[in-house]
């Protein structure tokens, strides 16, 4: 993996966790999440 491709995918993952942490718990609830599982959500593990 090139360095572009990691620096794109990381900006998108930041963005990603970005975008999840401004959801209300009860909107993370929604869709099976909690705050604490944000991360791993993103980044698949």
């Given at each position: 993996?090139?360095?572009?491709?990691?620096?794109?995918n990381?900006?998108?993952?930041?963005?990603?966790?970005?975008?999840?942490q401004?959801?209300?718990?009860?909107?993370?609830?929604?869709i099976?999440?909690?705050?604490a599982?944000?991360?791993s959500?993103?980044?698949?593990?």
């Amino acid at each position: 993996m090139n360095i572009r491709k990691k620096i794109r995918n990381y900006v998108e993952s930041r963005r990603a966790m970005q975008e999840l942490q401004s959801l209300s718990d009860h909107a993370l609830s929604d869709i099976g999440i909690s705050r604490a599982q944000i991360r791993s959500a993103v980044l698949g593990r």
